[in-house]
């Protein structure tokens, strides 16, 4: 398990912010349009597939995380939300202040 990724069970989004990631590694096919959407997100190991299986995201890279899980055509990224929210607390870009 690399430092970036949770132990399961671990409730790091219990403050209600950021997203958790689950990748499904036997459904990674290598496309990379994950990493292609979020690469400070998702990182892939030597062969172009998903390098870890759960991640906690915070919330300033939440909608970088919802692009790039919806980019994957075999679906192997699901978002879990904080608090059982039903999307993602950022629906739009972030914006520069």
Known sequence: ????????????????????VRAHPGLCQGWGNCHQFAPEV??????????????????????????????????AITLIMPNGAPRPPRLRPPVAP
């Open 1 to 20: 398990m690399s430092e970036r990724e949770v132990a399961p069970g671990d409730d790091a989004t219990a403050d209600g912010t950021g997203v958790r």
């Open 42 to 75: 998702y990182p892939l190991d030597a062969d172009g597939h998903l390098d870890l299986h759960l991640l906690d995201v915070p919330d300033e890279h939440a909608y970088s995380a919802l692009l790039g899980a919806s980019a994957c055509p075999e679906r």
